[in-house]
């Protein structure tokens, strides 16, 4: 290999590799599944303790249906219902307290019996079975007891009745022996129990009593409504609860309930304008009857048998005018007191009589109708929201608008009436002149006589009204029809099971991958080539693989040399290889061994290295250059009383201190005894002296050093050095010792420094995502030829390739 020649340092490209993204993600494939595998249990736990909701629907379809007898009768009829916010306000009206407190009544809602579930103690509601037949014998519903009673038999005659007291202390329960039909007490309700023939010897029940209002939230808060189609007249009711019988029963309620109140709100108006027809045939059958006798009292007074054809003639135009007079102040009676409906904010108008003004007064019935549906709504809406919410302010606003309209347009009908009113009264003054004319006795019969007929008259117009409006309440029908009943529905639409499984899943595969990149973001290590090469433009002259076996604290016994066909032991020589090409001119190599702290590995190194140059004829020296704490010398057994700190502090001579190991072409020198200044001593002429004459004697000079991170003792000896030998390890040193040799090649002008990766192991988890691409000659590197075994371990060209696998663990038990 050949150095390129000097330009600025610049790191090499590196491209994402999507290959080693995904080897990266399944390196820790067991973590997904494991994390997986918890997802998975922790939903099907959840589903296991989860009660099951059920869901049964209703359809209901809005029309505004005419009486089949009023078409008989050739009668129009007026809604009393807009289609403003037809859907919104019926279905306010379905969820409003007063409609769900009247359908819980039309339910077996009494008393509620449940199970014990053996998980968690879960109690389960037997709706609509009844266990056991409870009997009420003192029950008083504005006082009765509302906690849950247990119940369980003793033999044929007894049982066991425990429940919490209404002061009860620390919450403990109270029990009781009672016996089958003999009433017994909780708090102020009193209780009688029949035996039952079939009930198991271990059965245990809860019951409890209920008033109507504890099943309204229930049903409300399952209770939901939505159109089947946009712009249709048809809504879909859904009603869910842990009961598939309760939501069918509890739906069906709710729909029979809204019928029987929509009913009732369309016969309402009907009933009102019946009444006004009461009062005013009541007031005119008064009148009549003293019409009547008075008539008969002045003919036979008078003795008067009968008038003239001219007064015959008068009297009927007289009584025809008068009539319709009669007719018209009732209508104007009957608009003025809608005026007074209105204005007084009566909770329900209506038109009474639809006489005169046939147009105006169909006008008015569309406000009327109008503001029957906005005062409903705003009925339902004061159930749930307050005076002062948007929603009401937004339906007062709307009343007070359509008020106002209604008010103006009755004005006007008013008017009409009126001048049709004087119109008759004008009619009315000639008749009454010829009238006068007639003679006094005369005269007098044909008054009496004009009253008579003319308050018959209206009171046969009364009664017709009458009649028919009682025919129009016959026949009133539901402004909705059913158009499907509830029915229990058995398959549970909560929770869903596929649902929770595959989000299971997905969560699993999310945390796994999670655990993953979080691992992989908070490593603040090295474990790399790729990661080096990112971090700095130093070269890495090599990678060391991590022995697969324990080794010593000392290394007592040379890898390199005992181990010499592993794959550790190819590493080295690998860098062996590597390290010739480096000061290749110089006769005698001075290699220096550093690194960032303590327990790098770079001792272990130097010795190995040392190992297997002495092997191809080269004279190598080791030097135990870190005179803090090295351990050298428990690595070859040899005493540390004499050595490099002896010899520069000028207290021996260099043979003193060179000793020989059992490798052959391999001496070393021990530290020696810890000095009190062994920075001083490193820089001293006698450490160059000590080099200069070591160069004499051997081709590999090697100097194993004080970490550079933490005492400054290297310096002299880095500056020095042919070759400086930084050491990084693997899983230990982090990305900052990655910085520090380029920092020291540029603070000291350093063109001979080179990285040598430590214990390195394939981890796929830790390592790089990107691929390094060398293009050109333009880095300021020098690259050399190295190899980290990635996947050759089962070439089997290593002896250790086929041992410690789990498949062979037979192996291991034979031994």
């Known amino acids: 290999m050949e150095e390129l020649n000097k330009v600025t340092p610049k790191l090499p490209n590196q491209e994402f590799d999507y290959y080693k993204i995904a080897k990266i993600l399944l390196s820790r494939w067991y973590w997904i599944a494991g994390s997986v595998l918890i997802c998975f249990l922790a939903s099907n736990v959840y589903l296991w303790y989860t009660p099951k909701v059920f869901a049964t629907s209703a359809v209901i379809k809005f029309e505004e249906k005419k009486s089949e007898i009023s078409d008989m009768v050739g009668m129009a009829t007026s809604t009393d219902r807009a289609n403003v916010s037809k859907i919104q306000s019926e279905t306010i009206i379905l969820q409003s307290t007063p409609l769900l407190l009247n359908a819980v009544k039309h339910l077996d809602y009494r008393m509620s019996f449940y199970v014990v579930g053996r998980v968690l103690n879960r109690t389960n509601e037997l709706y609509p079975a009844k266990p056991l037949d409870v009997q009420l014998i003192n029950f008083d519903t504005l006082n009765f007891f509302h906690n849950l009673i247990t119940f369980k038999p003793i033999n044929k005659t007894s049982f066991n009745i425990s429940y919490q007291g209404q002061q009860s202390i620390l919450g403990k329960d109270i029990t009781q022996v009672c016996y089958y039909n003999v009433p017994f007490t909780v708090g102020p309700t009193s209780f009688s129990i029949k035996y039952p023939a079939d009930l198991p010897k271990t059965a245990s029940f809860l019951f409890k009593l209920n008033a109507p209002e504890d099943f309204i939230g229930r049903i409300r808060g399952g209770l939901h409504t939505q159109e089947t189609a946009k712009n249709s007249n048809m809504l879909s009711l859904q009603q869910t609860d842990s009961n598939p019988r309760f939501a069918a029963d509890a739906l069906n309620a709710v729909v029979q309930e809204y019928m029987h109140y929509d009913h009732s709100q369309r016969t309402k108006s009907a009933l009102q304008m019946i009444r006004f027809i009461d009062d005013q045939l009541n007031f005119l059958a008064t009148k009549l009857n003293g019409s009547e006798s008075s008539i008969q009292e002045y003919k036979q007074n008078n003795k008067i048998i009968d008038v003239s054809s001219a007064s015959d003639r008068v009297i009927g135009r007289a009584k025809e005018l008068e009539s319709q007079i009669s007719i018209i102040k009732l209508d104007l009676l009957a608009i003025d007191q809608l005026q007074q409906d209105i204005v007084k904010g009566k909770d329900n108008v209506n038109i009474n009589l639809n006489t005169v003004g046939a147009s105006t007064n169909t006008q008015i019935g569309e406000f009327v109708a109008n503001l029957n549906s906005l005062l409903s709504l705003k009925t339902a809406l004061l159930k749930t929201y307050n005076n002062n919410s948007p929603q009401i302010q937004d339906i007062d606003r709307q009343i007070?608008?359509?008020?106002?309209?209604?008010?103006?347009?009755?004005?006007?009908?008013?008017?009409?009436?009126?001048?049709?009113?004087?119109?008759?009264?004008?009619?009315?003054?000639?008749?009454?002149?010829?009238?006068?004319?007639?003679?006094?006795?005369?005269?007098?019969?044909?008054?009496?006589?004009?009253?008579?007929?003319?308050?018959?008259?209206?009171?046969?117009?009364?009664?017709?009204?009458?009649?028919?409006?009682?025919?129009?309440?016959?026949?009133?029908?539901?402004?909705?029809?059913?158009?499907?009943?509830?029915?229990?529905?058995?398959?549970?639409?909560?929770?869903?099971?596929?649902?929770?499984?595959?989000?299971?899943?997905?969560?699993?595969?999310?945390?796994?991958?999670?655990?993953?990149?979080?691992?992989?973001?908070?490593?603040?290590?090295?474990?790399?080539?790729?990661?080096?090469?990112?971090?700095?433009?130093?070269?890495?002259?090599?990678?060391?693989?991590?022995?697969?076996?324990?080794?010593?604290?000392?290394?007592?016994?040379?890898?390199?040399?005992?181990?010499?066909?592993?794959?550790?032991?190819?590493?080295?020589?690998?860098?062996?290889?590597?390290?010739?090409?480096?000061?290749?001119?110089?006769?005698?190599?001075?290699?220096?061994?550093?690194?960032?702290?303590?327990?790098?590995?770079?001792?272990?190194?130097?010795?190995?290295?040392?190992?297997?140059?002495?092997?191809?004829?080269?004279?190598?020296?080791?030097?135990?250059?870190?005179?803090?704490?090295?351990?050298?010398?428990?690595?070859?057994?040899?005493?540390?009383?004499?050595?490099?700190?002896?010899?520069?502090?000028?207290?021996?001579?260099?043979?003193?201190?060179?000793?020989?190991?059992?490798?052959?072409?391999?001496?070393?020198?021990?530290?020696?005894?810890?000095?009190?200044?062994?920075?001083?001593?490193?820089?001293?002429?006698?450490?160059?002296?000590?080099?200069?004459?070591?160069?004499?004697?051997?081709?590999?000079?090697?100097?194993?050093?004080?970490?550079?991170?933490?005492?400054?003792?290297?310096?002299?000896?880095?500056?020095?050095?042919?070759?400086?030998?930084?050491?990084?390890?693997?899983?230990?040193?982090?990305?900052?010792?990655?910085?520090?040799?380029?920092?020291?090649?540029?603070?000291?002008?350093?063109?001979?420094?080179?990285?040598?990766?430590?214990?390195?192991?394939?981890?796929?988890?830790?390592?790089?995502?990107?691929?390094?691409?060398?293009?050109?000659?333009?880095?300021?590197?020098?690259?050399?030829?190295?190899?980290?075994?990635?996947?050759?371990?089962?070439?089997?060209?290593?002896?250790?390739?086929?041992?410690?696998?789990?498949?062979?663990?037979?192996n291991w038990f034979k031994k």
């Open 400 to 810: 007070l608008q359509i008020k106002n309209t209604t008010i103006n347009s009755i004005v006007s009908s008013r008017k009409l009436i009126e001048t049709k009113l004087k119109y008759e009264q004008d009619q009315l003054v000639p008749v009454n002149q010829q009238i006068a004319q007639l003679p006094a006795a005369e005269r007098q019969m044909v008054s009496l006589k004009r009253d008579f007929e003319v308050n018959d008259k209206v009171y046969s117009f009364l009664s017709e009204k009458k009649l028919d409006q009682e025919i129009l309440t016959a026949g009133i029908l539901p402004g909705a029809t059913i158009i499907d009943l509830a029915q229990p529905n058995y398959n549970p639409v909560s929770p869903d099971d596929h649902s929770f499984h595959r989000t299971a899943i997905i969560l699993g595969i999310a945390i796994g991958l999670g655990f993953i990149i979080l691992i992989r973001v908070l490593n603040p290590y090295i474990y790399d080539k790729e990661t080096v090469e990112n971090i700095t433009t130093i070269p890495i002259i090599g990678v060391i693989r991590k022995f697969p076996e324990d080794i010593d604290e000392f290394s007592t016994q040379i890898l390199a040399i005992s181990k010499p066909k592993s794959i550790f032991a190819e590493s080295v020589r690998s860098v062996r290889t590597n390290l010739n090409f480096l000061a290749s001119e110089k006769k005698s190599k001075v290699i220096c061994v550093t690194s960032e702290v303590a327990g790098e590995g770079k001792s272990f190194v130097a010795v190995n290295l040392s190992s297997t140059l002495s092997l191809i004829d080269k004279k190598v020296i080791l030097i135990a250059a870190d005179l803090r704490r090295s351990k050298l010398h428990k690595t070859f057994h040899v005493p540390n009383d004499m050595g490099l700190s002896n010899y520069l502090a000028n207290r021996c001579s260099i043979d003193d201190i060179i000793n020989n190991s059992n490798q052959e072409g391999l001496d070393f020198i021990v530290s020696g005894p810890v000095p009190p200044n062994p920075s001083e001593l490193l820089h001293s002429a006698r450490m160059t002296e000590l080099i200069n004459n070591l160069k004499e004697r051997y081709d590999i000079i090697m100097i194993d050093t004080a970490p550079i991170g933490l005492v400054s003792d290297a310096i002299p000896l880095i500056r020095m050095s042919d070759i400086n030998l930084f050491v990084i390890r693997s899983g230990k040193s982090k990305f900052y010792a990655a910085t520090i040799p380029q920092r020291i090649a540029q603070e000291y002008h350093l063109d001979n420094t080179v990285i040598v990766l430590n214990a390195f192991a394939q981890d796929q988890l830790h390592s790089g995502y990107y691929s390094t691409k060398y293009t050109g000659n333009n880095y300021g590197a020098t690259y050399y030829y190295y190899s980290d075994y990635a996947g050759n371990e089962g070439s089997g060209y290593y002896i250790d390739d086929n041992e410690n696998k789990w498949w062979h663990i037979w």
